[in-house]
């Protein structure tokens, strides 16, 4: 089965890596061979900014997805296998209209729910907060490479945005620190919600 699966999977590589670089080509490199480098470095920077931004609001949204499944379970009393079904019921599209779309209840209020319905517990609460703090600077500042200054001192030194653990979200070990908590959250919930806790 799998080998007959393998001429299509390969296909499917070959395509998306071509898009992937069409996209990357168009968006980031226009200015690859232009003599003014300065603007080449500018778009350099912005690409990272924003392979760290995809990366946070990737881990975000992941966590909520998870979460409003968990609390429409407990909500109305269903497993993971009949949550579809139910959500069809008055209860389940109140709840839905809740949970997502125009008008929907925050992250932070969707935290307090989970804790107050016993899905989350404290320090899965406090990494949760942390992270949807990332989230929001990531989603309301273009630049993210700059450091933060208000309420600072001119000579004291300043923490960059996003800031984590001690370190810059923009270097490799501070981001790797974030992943690994974040899965690991992820991890522990996604056990929960089928029912493996």
């Known amino acids: 089965m799998a080998s007959k699966r393998r001429p299509y999977v390969e296909r499917k590589i070959r395509r998306l890596s071509r898009e992937i670089s069409e996209i990357d080509d168009y968006f980031y490199n226009a200015s690859v061979n232009d003599p003014d480098r300065t603007l080449h470095a500018g778009m350099l920077e912005r690409k990272r900014d924003d392979v760290v931004r995809s990366a946070v609001l990737q881990l975000h949204t992941a966590i909520e997805d998870l979460l409003d499944s968990m609390i429409v379970c407990r909500m109305l009393s269903a497993k993971p296998q009949t949550r579809l079904r139910k959500m069809q019921t008055k209860r389940g599209k109140a709840l839905d209209k809740m949970l997502s779309g125009g008008g929907s209840i925050g992250f932070s209020t969707k935290l307090n729910f989970a804790t107050a319905l016993g899905i989350l517990r404290s320090p899965d609460v406090n990494r949760l907060t942390r992270l949807n703090t990332l989230r929001n600077k ?20 300043k923490p960059p945005l996003l800031y984590y653990e001690g370190g810059d979200l923009h270097k490799l070990v501070t981001l790797k620190t974030l992943v690994a908590e974040i899965s690991g959250v992820y991890f522990r919930l996604f056990l929960r919600y089928l029912g493996h806790d």
């Not at 700059?146 to 004291?156: D, F, I, L, T, Y």
Request: glycine share 10%; charged share 20%; proline share 5%.
């Open 138 to 157: 990531c989603s309301h500042n273009w630049l993210l490479s700059g450091a933060v200054r208000q309420g600072k001192r001119p000579a004291q030194k």
